[in-house]
């Protein structure tokens, strides 16, 4: 059974820091695109960030780039996600995902990831 479970949201004030942590166990995800997304209430899911089979590319919504940082461990089946300079505006519940038929270009959009997790909440403080 393929699963993916995010773990670390929580509350943080505003300028803090989280790591999200998403654990993939099921199958061999060292070979997938790997994707960080997020649901603030009343909103769509949203695209955060997205990182390469090998973790050499990269790519970031412009809301968290030079905040966020998405890295794997293939060794481990793990995808993290470090959120520096919190905001309120940062509040939702996020998503970790896979996409096992990555294409040279990393999936930015939902319909494009095959595997979800079932999310963490992170909530910021002003």
């Known amino acids: 059974q393929v699963q993916l479970v995010e773990s670390g949201g929580g509350l943080v004030q505003a300028g803090g820091s989280l790591r999200l942590s998403c654990a993939a166990s099921g199958r061999t995800f060292s070979h997938d695109t790997m994707g960080w997304f997020r649901q603030a209430p009343g909103k769509e899911r949203e695209f955060v960030a997205a990182i390469s089979w090998s973790g050499g590319y990269t790519d970031y919504a412009d809301s968290v780039r030079g905040r966020f940082t998405i890295s794997r461990d293939n060794a481990q089946n793990m995808l993290y996600l470090r959120m520096n300079s919190l905001k309120p505006e940062d509040t939702a519940v996020y998503y970790c995902?896979?996409?096992?038929?990555?294409?040279?270009?990393?999936?930015?959009?939902?319909?494009?990831?095959?595997?979800w997790g079932q999310g963490t909440q992170v909530t910021v403080s002003s």
């Open positions: 995902a896979a996409d096992v038929s990555p294409l040279p270009v990393l999936a930015t959009t939902a319909d494009e990831y095959d595997y």
